[in-house]
């Protein structure tokens, strides 16, 4: 098989979800409504992303608050993970678990990049579900409990894959993320333009249906790349890649 790299891993989308998905959930109201993940604590840029791949076969999660109606859901989605990966996700309800969280209202959305970390306390989260409650949408929680778990599994946002065709009019980038997001350059410059090094990365095709890509407007790009939608499904090779990540 050639060299499947490590598929930079990272946020969202499908390209089945506009057949899948009802429309309605993904208006302008509700485009407007997303909020962009930040990776936690990204692998090192210069250092193998391997480093952060988990070594044992089974990772714990538990769920530090939360809601019985959110938390049932987060972990439904999240064990769809399991079906392709050879590392599989349990979750435990006591104990010090591996993946630990959170639901901070202002906290955003966001997760560690697997195993790469800072030292934390065994009570520290690592992962925290900023916007979901018992209303959200359906389509909402696959996007970000899917990408989510995907950063947790070590993958990192697909527009950073060495093999991204993406030319940024960084302006405007600059711009669009400042209103949408409150970010300052520097946030726009890490989770966006940074890419990771090819010699040093295993990778995929660049695949726009992935979970771990972002929605990206073409205006943002000079070479006209569009990510046209979030996806919120699992895509065929982001099924392929985390099998060959973590075999069975
Ligand atoms: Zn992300």
Redesign the pocket.
Known sequence: MPAMPYRTL??LLAATLLAAMPQAALTPDALARLR????LSAPPKGAAPTACMWKKKTVTVRFLEGVPAVQNKVQKIALEWNAYSGVQLAFINAGTADIRIGFKSDGG???YVGTCRPALADSDQTMNFGWLTPGTDDVEYQRVVL??F??ALGLV?EHQNPASPIKWNKQAAYDYYARTDKWDRATVERNLFDKYNEAETRYSAFDSSSI?AYYIPKELTTNHVELGRWNSTLSATDKTFIAQMYPR
């Open positions: 990272i946020v962009f993940c930040t990776e959305s966001n997760s990408h989510e995907g950063h946002h771990m």
